[in-house]
């Protein structure tokens, strides 16, 4: 059974930093493509950044480009996103996920982050 536990989030103030952590278990990490989605309230849930199974292409939202960073740690079984420059409209609960846990319907309990102006 798939499970997907974010960390790392928090209230900063715009111009800051986080960085988020998502541990994998559950399934085969090392070949599964992650993805950092984010949902604001009364908004629809969006991939922010990707990533392949080897780490070797990332992909972003062009709201995040420049800004977000994301990384995986397949030892660890581990995805990360560092978030820098953030902006109140980054504010959004976060969650990880792989396309294989998404065709299943499940997600995390995600993790709040929150930017102050």
């Known amino acids: 059974q798939v499970q997907l536990v974010e960390s790392g989030g928090g209230l900063v103030q715009a111009g800051g930093s986080l960085r988020l952590s998502c541990a994998a278990s559950?399934?085969?990490?090392?070949?599964?493509?992650m993805g950092w989605y984010r949902q604001a309230p009364g908004k629809q849930r969006e991939l922010v950044a990707a990533i392949t199974s080897g780490g070797t292409t990332t992909n972003y939202a062009d709201s995040v480009k420049g800004r977000f960073t994301i990384s995986r740690d397949n030892a660890k079984n581990t995805v990360y996103l560092q978030m820098n420059s953030l902006k109140p409209e980054d504010t959004a609960v976060y969650y990880c996920?792989?396309?294989?846990?998404?065709?299943?319907?499940?997600w995390g309990q995600g993790t709040q982050v929150t930017v102050s102006s």
């Open positions: 996920n792989a396309p294989i846990a998404v065709a299943q319907g499940y």
């Open positions: 559950g399934m085969i990490f090392s070949i599964n493509d």
